[in-house]
């Protein structure tokens, strides 16, 4: 009986050491969590980064790491929203105010091309993780986060407004900014993975670029 007693008070006693966590003290350590694995991801690449590896930086278990996240690739998702709200705020500085909405347009793709060739850690780390164990909730998650970022909401409001005002021979504003995206973004991917060239000027690509792409979308 005296033995049963003793043992819940032990209980009772671990119990009372370790009080569960606040909200506040959870949102801390999630942050930590975050911030660690972006520098991580950045310095090492995020194949060269495994959990235990975060895990260890931050000063906490494995197992703790994977109670506020499910796995490695988890992580993206935070780290890809801070990114791109960083993208959001270099655009804001780099985009003068009272532009008209193709401006908008000319000026958002060139901060977009300026911002990934001055941060190229950042630009692999959102487009160079080729992981196969995401799942289409996941690619679908990564695509709400970068279509619904402050900058990709701006460029395309600016795309919209050209193509309401039948400015461009095509009304389809989401195919037109698609069309723009994909082909600036194939300025940065070449200038940063495909150092074996000797690429002309930037600023000279990209001004040829989005001239050439602005007249022939413009309507005469």
């Known amino acids: 009986m ?8 032990n209980v009772a006693k671990r119990k009372q050491g370790r009080p569960p966590k ?20 950045l310095n090492d690449g995020f194949e060269q980064v495994s ?32 990114i791109f709200a960083q993208l959001a705020d270099y655009a804001d500085e780099h985009i003068p105010s009272n532009l008209s909405p193709k401006e908008i347009i000319k000026a958002s793709l060139q901060a977009y091309v300026s911002y990934w060739l ?16 995401s799942t289409p909730d996941q690619d679908q998650d ?5 279509l619904e970022s402050r900058f990709f909401q701006r460029l395309f409001r600016a795309v919209e407004t050209c193509c309401q005002q039948n400015m461009f ?6 195919l037109v900014g698609h069309m723009l995206m994909c082909s600036v973004q194939g300025i940065v991917n070449n200038v940063l993975t495909i150092k074996q060239i000797p690429w002309s000027p930037v600023d000279q690509l990209l001004n040829l670029q989005l001239d050439g792409l602005l007249t022939g979308l413009a309507r005469h």
Do not use: M
Not at 2 to 9: I, Q, T
Not at 23 to 36: S, Y
Not at 51 to 66: F, N, S
Not at 142 to 146: F, L, Q, R, W
């Open 2 to 9: 005296f033995l049963a007693v003793d043992n819940a008070n």
């Open 22 to 41: 606040s909200p506040e003290e959870q949102a801390a350590i999630r942050n930590r969590i975050i911030d660690v694995a972006k520098e991580l991801f």
């Open 51 to 82: 959990v235990r590896k975060i895990a260890a930086k931050v000063g906490c278990t494995p197992r703790t790491l994977y109670y506020y996240f499910e796995n490695k690739r988890s992580l993206l998702h935070f780290i890809w929203v801070d």
């Open 118 to 133: 001055e941060h190229p850690d950042r630009f692999r780390v959102i487009f160079s993780i080729e992981d196969l164990n």
């Open 142 to 146: 990564a695509s709400k986060i970068v």
């Open 169 to 174: 021979t095509e009304d389809n504003h989401e």
